[in-house]
């Protein structure tokens, strides 16, 4: 049911910036605020931005999102080999009464 | 400090309806602070959202679950529950339960997850 796409993978090696897009529509980044997740091997997820571009406290600042039009990024700045997880966008869609929906998911890879 | 854990059968047989509780301590379900919600994980795939309940009691669901899921607040208000009708071997996933910060808008919280399959 995933209307946000996301790129499948993405890699880096310790201190690049890596990006992650996340595609919408309208209905859903369009016109609601992006949430981002970490999610590490075998744990549940943990919020790692909320509102487009904020972080929860004790996330490190090396973690950023952005927002522009039915688009979102996350970018990670000063790659560790702790980063190595899934991260999943997320936004509240207004189509079919309305509905939380996540990303496809994008596994990052440290190298 | 907050804490959620989910609690239920880890097995469940076709077209029965499984039951899932979520058990919170350090926080009050009835604060208007916050909503309470069930997400999902298949094995090896993403996230799917189920639902939330605003206490005591307005429910949210997928439009994709609806006509099969009801959530609810205990009555001892510790704990909120899940229960999805008529499973099949799609349903079968990680279940989580959830904070959802009403004005966040994001699920700030979660339990460790527990593991659902369906199978006969």
């Known amino acids: 049911q995933s209307v946000l796409t996301q790129p499948p993978s993405a890699s880096g090696t310790p201190g690049q910036r890596v990006t992650i897009s996340c595609s919408g529509s309208s209905s859903n980044i369009g016109s609601n605020t992006v949430n981002w997740y970490q999610q590490l091997p075998g744990t549940a997820p943990k919020l790692l931005i909320y509102n487009n571009n904020q972080r929860p406290s004790g996330v490190p600042d090396r973690f950023s999102g952005s927002k522009s039009g039915t688009s979102a990024s996350l970018a990670i700045s000063g790659l560790q080999s702790e980063d190595e997880a899934g991260y999943f966008c997320?936004?509240?869609?207004?189509?079919?009464?309305?509905?939380?929906?996540f990303g496809t998911g994008t596994k990052v890879t440290v190298l | 400090q907050l804490h959620l854990q989910e609690s239920g059968p880890g097995l469940v047989k076709p077209s029965e309806t499984l039951s899932l509780s979520c058990s919170v301590s350090g926080g009050s379900i009835s604060s208007i602070t916050y909503y309470w919600g069930w997400i999902r994980q298949p094995p090896g795939k993403g996230l799917e959202w189920i639902g939330n309940?605003?206490?005591?009691?307005?429910?949210y669901y997928n439009p994709s679950l609806k006509s099969r899921v009801a959530i609810s607040v205990d009555t001892s208000n510790t704990q909120f529950s899940l229960k999805l009708s008529s499973v099949t071997a799609a349903d079968t996933a990680v279940y989580y339960c959830a904070r959802r910060h009403v004005e966040r808008g994001a699920f700030d919280f979660w339990g460790q997850g527990t593991m659902v399959t369906v199978s006969s």
């Open positions: 997320a936004a509240w869609d207004d189509s079919l009464h309305g509905f939380y929906v």
């Open positions: 309940i605003f206490y005591p009691g307005s429910a």
